[in-house]
């Protein structure tokens, strides 16, 4: 049996840390496999993963090529290699690949199908602008879609099914990748096929019960569902009429919920009898959600990719501990090793490490680096095409697997009592307030380009609410980001997550410090105040208090509490620079046995659950230039030096020097540790 678990996989009742690369089969000549997979092996990993494109193998409709024609495309071969080397394998089958091939791994006659394709508000296909050459995108509504998709499926299905384990190579197999629309984040843009409508009105028709409910919830009166038209801009005046565009974003979810729903469906048909999991792009807002891609039947794990700019901490803190805060394993099933043919960046192999080891520094613990093996279109990898290594790549995975898998690294536990909740509910606003929607001139959030900017399509009608206009991403909050910036200045450690998180792992903080505004979900308003009255815990709110619900009908359950009891379970913060560390319980305070004055150097103490005597103290220095920094240990220490480190240790001190951008590890191990 093969399951994952909190901290990586268990391959029948061992098991593994997840730690894999990839390799796309069909771009090596088949006389390199042997030598490519050699060095991979070399390297210390004993998990590849590997696309398998629809459009490679099925070059014609009705007509396939699994290595009959073209030799590097004999998958079945492949997948018999890896097993002769003792590889492990990852497939991706999609039917979206991505990976940088010119029609996303879609056959073009898949494409250019109108019954497939996705529609704007005018009824015109939504075409994607890819450097390489643009093409229209399909559906998620889209019923030909899924029948042709199942007709590939099944005839991949012998050729899995011979290479399963334990008989086989095969542990895991991705549904679909990065379903989100094709990076068309803003809800108006597309889909407005038939199909989507149609799947529309069946959202509504599940999320009401009946046509007077929503009536009463929209201030309409529709004579039945079909009535309703979908929003193609943001034409309100008040903000009673703000469930209707609510609506059509949850909608945009829904859709993708429902496609990965589907895929899944098609996998299960094939009775593989592996886990499955599904990689996130980059997003932590609408129309994704990592925390209810977990809820589908199914479908194991979800991760979220990660491809940093040299030195990027606060996307990588910001990303890695959300999935720590929010999916059952902290997972990046593509984390970026070396670089596509149109980003401006190549990170060198000193940059990649301190991405890799700041993210398992903070929460990381299954990891797929993507690419091992350069190819068309991707470059800096450590093995290239043609079966050579790029040496300075090619020894810095060497040496770090062998220091993560000798040390045992994923069975090291940070364990943050404090969660910063983001408000999703305000991400979604800032999606639905917009007059219009026009496609985006760059093909994702990578590439800089001309564009037409977002805020000529800011709405001026006065809502007369009080709501987060900033700049960026959905999920991007001034109060929650001056609010984390306190906590790391302080060294507190915490994860991040939202409303959607399961109210079981509530109970694992102390504290939780929720954005909030003038309306919130009567639901999660309850669960907050539960939450604020268990013993022990407490509740940080701001910028507002919430006095109306998400039908902006009165609700101030917060509100009330506030005001009648005053024993200290819930602060409101309005102005970030008013909140005080006090505010926090001191059992929230997880790097309490540590202190460090140097605003430039991060800390995380990571813990052994089987022996709680031997801790993990993680050293970044975030800033560009080399540092020196006292760190002052609560007790008695040793310490032993196990990456980069450089230091002079006292029994309980450590002065450090640590060049820029990089990640020391210390093995620390305490005499007072069992009674933290």
Not at 24 to 43: G, P, Q
Not at 546 to 559: A, G, H, I, T, V
């Amino acid at each position: 049996m093969i399951k994952f678990t909190e901290t990586g996989i268990m391959i029948h009742g061992t098991e593994k840390p997840l730690y894999s690369g990839s390799i796309h089969y069909w771009r090596s000549d088949r006389e390199k496999w042997d030598t490519i997979l050699e060095h991979i092996r070399n390297m210390g990993f004993e998990i590849i993963e590997t696309y398998i494109p629809w459009s490679v193998h099925e070059y014609e409709e009705g007509n396939f090529d699994f290595g009959e024609i073209e030799s590097n495309k004999d998958l079945d071969g492949f997948l018999s290699l890896c097993e002769e080397k003792g590889l492990h394998v990852i497939v991706r089958p999609g039917p979206h690949i991505n990976a940088e091939m010119t029609f996303f791994g879609y056959p073009e006659w898949i494409l250019m199908d109108e019954d497939i394709q996705a529609r704007t508000p005018w009824g015109s296909t939504v075409v994607y602008p890819y450097a390489a050459k643009q093409f229209p995108i399909p559906s998620y509504a889209s019923e030909k879609l899924y029948e042709k998709t199942e007709i590939y499926f099944k005839k991949l299905a012998p050729v899995l099914k011979k290479h399963i384990h334990e008989k086989g190579c095969i542990i895991l197999i991705q549904a679909d990748n990065e379903t989100c629309n094709f990076f068309r984040d803003r809800p108006y843009i597309m889909d407005y096929s038939s199909a989507s409508i149609n799947l529309y009105h069946r959202f509504l028709t599940e999320k009401y019960n009946g046509i007077s409910e929503l009536n009463q919830v929209y201030r309409s009166t529709y004579d039945n569902f079909m009535e309703i038209k979908a929003p193609s801009g943001f034409k309100g005046t008040v903000r009673e009429d703000l469930p209707y565009y609510f609506d059509w974003v949850e909608y945009k979810e829904y859709q993708i919920l429902d496609a990965l729903k589907r895929i899944i469906a098609i996998l299960e048909k094939l009775e593989l009898g592996i886990p499955v999991f599904h990689n996130c792009a980059y997003q932590d807002y609408t129309p994704i959600s990592v925390q209810r891609d977990e809820r589908i039947n199914k479908l194991d794990v979800a991760g979220i990719d990660a491809y940093p700019e040299p030195g990027d901490t606060a996307m990588l803190r910001r990303r890695i501990r959300y999935l720590a805060g929010s999916s059952r394993l902290p997972f990046v099933p593509e984390f970026g090793s070396g670089s596509w043919f149109d980003r401006e960046v190549l990170l060198t192999a000193e940059e990649e490490e301190f991405g890799y080891l700041y993210s398992i520094m903070n929460g990381l613990k299954a990891v797929n680096f993507y690419m091992l093996v350069e190819r068309d279109r991707w470059s800096g990898c450590p093995v290239t095409n043609d079966g050579r290594k790029r040496l300075n790549y090619y020894i810095m995975f060497s040496d770090m697997l062998k220091m993560m898998k000798e040390h045992n690294l994923h069975q090291y536990r940070r364990k943050p009592k404090i969660l910063i909740m983001r408000n999703y509910d305000m991400g979604r606003f800032r999606a639905l307030y917009s007059i219009m929607d026009l496609n985006i001139l760059s093909s994702n959030c990578f590439i800089n380009g001309l564009d037409i900017p977002h805020e000529l399509f800011i709405p001026e009608a006065d809502l007369q609410l009080n709501l987060d206009y900033t700049p960026g991403n959905y999920s991007d909050e001034k109060w929650i980001d001056q609010i984390s910036g306190i906590l790391d200045s302080k060294h507190y450690d915490y994860n991040y997550s939202d409303q959607y998180l399961p109210a079981e792992k509530w109970e694992e903080y102390d504290v939780i410090i929720a954005s909030s505004y003038d309306f919130m979900d009567k639901k999660v308003q309850k669960q907050l105040l539960q939450f604020s009255q268990t013993k022990d815990k407490r509740l940080i709110l701001g910028p507002y208090i919430p006095y109306l619900d998400r039908d902006f009908n009165k609700c101030s359950l917060l509100e009330e509490e506030i005001k009648t009891n005053s024993n200290g379970q819930i602060i409101a913060v309005k102005d970030p620079e008013a909140f005080d560390i006090s505010m926090i319980n001191t059992k929230s305070l997880v790097n309490n046995i540590v202190s460090c004055e140097n605003p430039n150097i991060e800390i995380s103490v990571h813990k052994n659950h089987i022996n709680p005597k031997i801790q993990l103290l993680y050293i970044a220095n975030k800033a560009v230039e080399e540092q020196t920094a006292l760190l002052d240990f609560k007790g008695v220490c040793r310490f032993s030096a196990l990456w980069r480190s450089k230091g002079l240790a006292k029994e309980n001190s450590l002065v450090i020097n640590i060049p820029a951008h990089t990640v020391q590890i210390w093995k620390v191990e305490r005499e007072e540790a069992a009674n933290d």
